[in-house]
């Protein structure tokens, strides 16, 4: 499937200044905090491609400074719907909101607001990390360009590759200077379109580090993923779209809950290595024969046999 690029534009943040999370905001079951707006709001949207019915009806609301994932199947929808709040789709009816405007009807404040990562990097390939960095830091007005793209290529473990042009980098790097780019200017709302495909798993966990960062830092962070692990980790809810639709929308423990706990099942315990090493020279083993020693406490008297513990635990075992 090809989907539009995320354009300089659809990047366009302005630096709204530090925002810093309320401890209500990311408050355990309770979707929306009384008395705040959603940064997010989806209500009935649907999408038809032809006659390929989409989206169905999806309705949620993400709280600020919150992070939300959206999981679902090969198709399901997931990038139509982050596509239609980057105002690069049009939805066939319905309403979206992201920062309190509508994204057809004020799709420029919008943008203004958000930052996309699309599913595929946007980057450059004919320029280096670094003038990629400085060409949408430019593009947002935002001061000391040069500064803010040495900071991110740091903070994206990229520092080396600063000055080599993108064409030579890996499918790692690359994402990662995808999303370093759509930091640039604090946008408070931002949009991963599986942020993390393809990556390595040390690749994996720096850009979840990084989304934690956002998000203790107050912006608000909608992702897709695959991985299901990565929901567990990064959100605060998750919601699973399937048939057109969210059927699922709630904290992890929520949707643990809709599933009867695991049936518990003894299994035998082989020991460790550690376990057979104590049980035969004992714990506060020193190597020495304790049996002569001073005061008999600096090892096992193998005289008079394993210690006790280790002796409970062979006979657990038999
Ligand atoms: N421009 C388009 N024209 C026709 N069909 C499209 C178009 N864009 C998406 N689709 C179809 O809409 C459905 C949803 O696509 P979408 O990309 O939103 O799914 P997704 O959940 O992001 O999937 P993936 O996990 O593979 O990225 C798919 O069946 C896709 O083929
Ligand atoms: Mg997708």
């Known amino acids: 499937m090809t989907v539009p690029d995320p354009t300089p534009a659809a990047r366009s943040g302005t630096v709204t200044g530090p925002r810093k999370r309320r401890p209500a905001e990311r408050a355990g079951d309770d979707p929306m905090p009384t008395g705040q707006q959603p940064v997010i709001q989806v209500r009935n949207l649907t999408k038809s491609y032809g006659k ?4 169905r009806g999806v309705e949620f609301d993400v709280p600020r400074g919150s992070i939300f994932a959206l999981l679902g199947s090969n198709g399901a929808g997931k990038t139509t719907i982050v596509n239609i709040l980057a105002t690069l789709l049009r939805p066939d009816s319905g309403t ?3 920062d309190g405007f509508d994204v057809v009807r004020q799709p420029a404040d919008v943008r203004a607001a958000i930052s996309l990562t699309g599913q ?3 980057v450059d390939e004919i320029l280096t990390g670094r003038e990629n960095l400085v060409l ?3 593009l947002r007005h935002v001061g000391k360009p040069g500064a803010v793209a040495d900071d991110l290529l740091e903070r994206f473990a990229l520092t080396e590759a600063a000055g080599r042009k993108v064409a030579t980098y890996s499918g790692g790097m690359r994402r990662r200077l995808d999303i370093a780019m759509s930091l640039i200017g604090n946008p408070p709302v931002i949009f991963l379109d599986e942020p993390t495909t393809g990556l390595d798993p040390q690749a994996r966990v720096e850009v979840w580090n990084a989304v934690k960062e956002l ?8 992702l ?3 991985y299901l692990d990565e929901a567990e ?4 809810r998750i919601a699973i779209l399937h048939r057109g639709r969210i059927i699922v929308n709630g904290t992890l423990p929520e949707l643990q809950r809709l599933l009867p706990a695991a049936k518990v099942e003894y299994v035998e315990k082989q020991p460790s290595l550690e376990d057979v090493f104590l049980a035969l020279v004992g714990d506060t083993a020193t190597g020495t024969d304790t049996a002569s020693g001073p005061d008999g406490a600096t090892g096992t008297d193998t005289a008079s046999g394993p210690d006790p513990a280790a002796a409970k635990h062979q006979e657990e075992r038999s």
């Not at 390929?52 to 989206?55: A, C, R």
């Not at 203790?216 to 962070?221: D, H, I, K, L, N």
Request: charged share 5%; aromatic share 4%.
């Open 52 to 55: 390929l019915q989409v989206l």
């Open 96 to 98: 979206a909101g992201v």
């Open 120 to 122: 595929f990097a946007a």
């Open 136 to 138: 949408v830091a430019r």
């Open 215 to 222: 998000s203790a830092a107050g912006t608000t962070v909608l």
């Open 224 to 226: 897709t993923t695959q």
């Open 233 to 236: 980790q990064l959100a605060d």
